[in-house]
């Protein structure tokens, strides 16, 4: 498959980026992969504001798909929208289920919501609690589930047998791997379990993104802007997809999130709500207001970050130094894939 090269037309030197980036610690409501905390690189691009924030224990391979996007949102910007607003998913992480319903009150009238189900430590009972404690708040919401690979094929079958009569709109990555979502996809429809399966792991993890399609392992996928080396790079892997797409966060803050919502603005066809709801998840973020939904849909407005939030979520010495050290080595992946 051809695809665009990761770097853009113009890579901007690596003294360029470290003396345009501010490094933040923003806190969040809940723990989401993990994490109580997000840290983050906001670059100030000539066109705009961009973001890097590759997982903390990302290898720099992966760390540098995030930086081209960083790159080409910041210094190329976002390509001509088709549409003016995106509809967005509330996202509920692994919560108690008694915990439900005071967190989808942090988002304004989601119409699709995102559930993790699978967590590490707690069981299918808590998963089924979780989605009926959505379904008592929000009865007419679509309703998707997110297992993050972690269940085996038994397992995911036992589970969505479980889970389906909630009325699923999909499951996303059930299990790990291109070959385990193929035979899943088959079993469920041998029993007749009309269980849409969604890829996002194996799309945005694979050396080749466009494996999975290319097997027929998905009925979609997930699209994320930063993972897969930015907005234009995504377009590209869902046109030759030829399957549904569903643009979602990696958990950015507002600026991270406004690309994100310029790569669903771009799409030819948004069928699916965009998992673009996460900055209710963050009790602080670099915007005042936060890029979050009103209606369940986001605008697309210029989100510039703040410079007084900037200062005061700024991450301390030793933080700032090991991103910029970070950002150095992504940016020697991208330069020399560019020679
Ligand atoms: O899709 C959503 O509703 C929100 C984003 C989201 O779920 C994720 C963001 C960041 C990291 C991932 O573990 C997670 C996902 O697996 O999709
Ligand atoms: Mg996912």
């Known amino acids: 498959m051809s ?4 770097q853009s037309p113009t890579l901007p030197s690596v003294e360029e980026l470290q003396e345009r980036a501010h490094v933040v610690c923003l806190p969040l409501h809940v723990r989401f992969r993990g994490v109580v905390e997000r840290q983050a690189v906001l670059l100030d691009g000539p066109q705009g504001w961009s973001e890097f924030s ?37 996202t509920v992480p692994a919560i108690p289920a008694s915990d439900v319903e005071q967190l989808l009150a942090r988002y304004d009238a989601p119409g699709t919501v995102k559930v993790k189900v699978a967590e590490a430590g707690q069981t299918l009972a808590d998963d089924v609690a979780r989605l009926a404690a959505v379904r008592a708040v929000l009865p007419q919401a679509r309703l998707r589930i997110d297992a993050n690979q972690s269940w085996g094929h038994r397992e995911a079958l036992v589970a969505l047998e479980a889970l389906a009569p909630f009325g699923l709109e999909y499951a996303e990555q059930p299990v790990p791997g291109i070959e385990g979502l193929a035979r899943l996809r088959e079993e469920l429809a041998r ?10 792991e194996s799309v945005r993890k694979e050396s080749d993104p466009l494996a999975v399609a290319q097997a027929g392992a998905a009925d979609l996928i997930v699209v994320k802007a930063q993972p897969l080396g930015g907005v234009r790079r995504a377009l590209e892997i869902v046109r030759q997809a030829g399957l549904p797409a569903v643009v979602s966060s990696a958990l950015d803050t507002s600026v991270g999130l406004r690309v994100g919502a310029g790569l669903a603005a771009a799409l030819p066809q948004l069928p699916y709500a965009c998992g673009l709801g996460t900055g209710s998840l963050f009790v602080s973020d670099v915007v005042e207001p936060g890029y979050v939904a009103s209606g369940g849909e986001l605008d697309l407005r210029t989100v510039a970050a703040d410079p007084a939030l900037l200062a005061r979520h700024a991450a301390s010495a030793e933080r700032r130094e090991w991103w910029m050290a970070r950002l150095s080595r992504a940016h020697a992946v991208l330069a020399a894939q560019a020679r």
Do not use: H, S
């Open 191 to 200: 029993r007749g379990l009309p269980v849409l399966i969604a890829a996002d």
């Open 54 to 90: 590759p997982f903390l224990e990302y290898a720099d391979a992966e760390a540098a798909r995030w930086l081209a996007c960083a790159v080409e949102a910041g210094w190329e910007g976002l390509p001509a929208p088709v549409r003016t607003a995106v509809p967005v998913n509330a």
């Open 3 to 6: 695809l665009l090269p990761l």
